[in-house]
């Protein structure tokens, strides 16, 4: 399995960036997908995931009402749009997929079975 993460730039604060993940490798819709960050000297952490239907999602409570997760099975594409981004969502961000239980929500990166090589995103004040 292979994923691409792309998207990611600089922005300043308040404004707004579409993450893309593309996945390969394996049907795609037989994955619950997820999308981690780090920040710099931080621990990894989870942003939102989506089941393999698109039907139920779920996010971090800090970006909860800004962040949208959503996936088109048909394009093999996962994505997280982000609004009113602030300079404390400046991160590394990461895609992953988990292959076992795709009918649920996971917040744990120790779930996920792949991950992409992250896109960069950079908030200013």
């Known amino acids: 399995v292979q994923l691409q993460a792309s998207g990611g730039g600089s922005v300043q604060a308040g404004g707004s960036l579409r993450l893309s993940c593309t996945f390969s490798g394996r049907k795609f819709d037989s994955h619950g997908m997820g999308w981690f960050r780090q920040a710099p000297g931080k621990d990894r952490e989870f942003v939102a995931a989506?089941?393999?239907?698109?039907?139920?999602?779920e996010y971090a409570n800090s970006v909860k009402g800004r962040f949208t997760i959503s996936r088109d099975n048909g394009k093999n594409t996962v994505y997280l749009q982000m609004n009113s981004l602030k300079p404390e969502d400046t991160a590394v961000y990461y895609c992953a997929a988990e292959k076992d239980r795709p009918t649920l929500t996971y917040r744990s990166d120790l779930v996920y079975d792949y991950w992409g090589q992250g896109t960069l995103v950079t908030v200013s004040s």
């Open positions: 989506i089941i393999w239907s698109g039907s139920a999602t």
